[in-house]
């Protein structure tokens, strides 16, 4: 089994702190975004306060899967500039806090639409957390009919059916239909050497900060590269060695980060470094990656539960076909954000 590894057995590399502090401008304990670190936070909330919506308010909705929490907001009648709203809600601190904002929009294709904003403003193409939210929303206030099964959402990657799972009149969970796996580098997209190949790649090498990594690539909509681990997950310094990874020039679109342990069969632990996000208590597509890689790897069989900081999520693949990710779908509380 090649796994990855790091030269230090425990914490972070030396001069973890100096580094990320560097890089994020702002104190390496803090959970402020690093997109308003650099440019101020709270200049950057109140400035929005005055250019959305007109001066109006927005009501949304606080939603979590597995605890990968979104500002859901009924975006059919709405126009705003929504990565500026994303910035400014997403903020843990001066906002509403959250791993981005979802909107529910009027589809041509499907029964309705999901748009994500990452927290620095950035689109996703795909949210396998978020899909889950949004379909409990739309069905327990009837934007669709209860009777749609499955229920297809247009995404940036394609149209996703999903199969919702009820319990005394409310979704409490959801079985997602993810899409294909794409394994060939250039289309995952990794521009690495020697051009386009049609195999996956499977444990390249890749040194960051001294962390020795061996990455196998997966594209679930959005990309993704994956690391096995022999050490635990949770020592692993994920501040530092995730962002570094997620802009590398190996990947044109930056690309979402997960490290990995192989448990008992049928069971990983993860950690996700999500793009635009940072690391996230659980992530959806990044949980399909994952699954796809184990299966590569001949670590695991069809299905996989994934434990992550925020939960357990299902995901079950066949080496052929699609990828179906099932997990929790929770609804927090209802607020007004004020323009």
Same mark, same amino acid.
């Given at each position: 089994m090649v796994k990855s590894s790091w030269m230090r057995e425990k914490g972070s590399p030396e001069g973890a702190k100096p580094l990320l502090a560097g890089v994020w401008g702002c104190p390496p304990d803090s959970n402020s975004p690093p997109f308003l670190a650099r440019k101020g936070a709270?200049?950057?909330?109140?400035?929005?306060?005055?250019?959305?919506? +007109?001066?109006?308010?927005?009501?949304?909705?606080?939603?979590?899967?597995?605890?990968? !929490? $979104?500002? #859901?907001?009924?975006?059919?009648? #709405? !126009?705003? !500039?929504?990565?500026s709203l994303a910035r400014a809600m997403c903020h843990r601190r001066l906002g509403v806090g959250a791993d981005g904002i979802l909107?529910? #929009?009027?589809? *041509?294709? =499907?029964?309705?639409?999901?748009?994500?904003?990452?927290?620095?403003? *950035?689109?996703?193409?795909?949210?396998?957390?978020?899909?889950?939210?949004? =379909?409990? $929303?739309?069905?327990?206030?009837?934007?669709?009919?209860?009777?749609?099964?499955?229920?297809?959402?247009?995404? #940036?990657?394609?149209?996703?059916?999903?199969?919702?799972?009820?319990?005394? &009149?409310?979704?409490?969970?959801?079985r997602v239909a993810m899409g294909k796996p794409e394994l060939r580098p250039d289309r995952v997209p990794v521009a690495l050497p020697g051009g386009a190949s049609d195999e996956p790649a499977l444990d390249y090498p890749l040194t960051v900060e001294g962390v020795e990594l061996r990455?196998?690539?997966?594209?679930? &909509?959005?990309?993704?590269?994956?690391?096995?681990?022999?050490?635990?997950?949770?020592?692993?310094?994920?501040?530092?060695?995730?962002?570094l990874v997620e802009h590398h020039l190996l990947f044109p679109n930056q690309v979402n980060f997960s490290i990995v342990n192989v448990g008992d069969p049928g069971h990983l632990s993860a950690r996700v470094w999500e793009r635009g996000v940072g690391e996230t208590l659980a992530c959806g597509t990044g949980s399909c990656a994952i699954a796809v890689a184990s299966r590569l790897h001949d670590y695991t069989d069809d299905e996989?539960?994934?434990?992550?900081? +925020?939960?357990?999520?299902?995901? =079950?693949?066949?080496?052929?076909?699609?990828? $179906?990710?099932?997990g929790p779908a929770e609804e927090v509380f209802e607020g007004e954000w004020n323009g």
């Amino acid at each position: 089994m090649v796994k990855s590894s790091w030269m230090r057995e425990k914490g972070s590399p030396e001069g973890a702190k100096p580094l990320l502090a560097g890089v994020w401008g702002c104190p390496p304990d803090s959970n402020s975004p690093p997109f308003l670190a650099r440019k101020g936070a709270r200049g950057m909330v109140e400035g929005v306060f005055n250019t959305l919506l +007109g001066g109006d308010s927005v009501k949304f909705t606080k939603m979590h899967g597995a605890g990968n !929490d $979104y500002a #859901l907001i009924d975006a059919r009648d #709405l !126009d705003a !500039d929504w990565p500026s709203l994303a910035r400014a809600m997403c903020h843990r601190r001066l906002g509403v806090g959250a791993d981005g904002i979802l909107l529910v #929009l009027p589809s *041509s294709s =499907a029964h309705t639409r999901m748009r994500m904003f990452n927290p620095d403003g *950035s689109e996703a193409e795909m949210c396998g957390n978020g899909i889950r939210c949004l =379909a409990k $929303y739309v069905l327990e206030r009837g934007i669709v009919r209860r009777g749609e099964s499955p229920l297809e959402v247009e995404t #940036l990657a394609g149209v996703r059916a999903l199969v919702p799972i009820w319990h005394d &009149g409310r979704v409490i969970r959801a079985r997602v239909a993810m899409g294909k796996p794409e394994l060939r580098p250039d289309r995952v997209p990794v521009a690495l050497p020697g051009g386009a190949s049609d195999e996956p790649a499977l444990d390249y090498p890749l040194t960051v900060e001294g962390v020795e990594l061996r990455l196998t690539f997966v594209g679930m &909509g959005n990309p993704h590269a994956v690391a096995f681990l022999d050490a635990p997950v949770g020592e692993f310094p994920l501040p530092l060695i995730g962002p570094l990874v997620e802009h590398h020039l190996l990947f044109p679109n930056q690309v979402n980060f997960s490290i990995v342990n192989v448990g008992d069969p049928g069971h990983l632990s993860a950690r996700v470094w999500e793009r635009g996000v940072g690391e996230t208590l659980a992530c959806g597509t990044g949980s399909c990656a994952i699954a796809v890689a184990s299966r590569l790897h001949d670590y695991t069989d069809d299905e996989v539960d994934i434990t992550l900081p +925020g939960g357990v999520l299902t995901v =079950a693949w066949d080496g052929r076909g699609q990828v $179906y990710l099932e997990g929790p779908a929770e609804e927090v509380f209802e607020g007004e954000w004020n323009g």
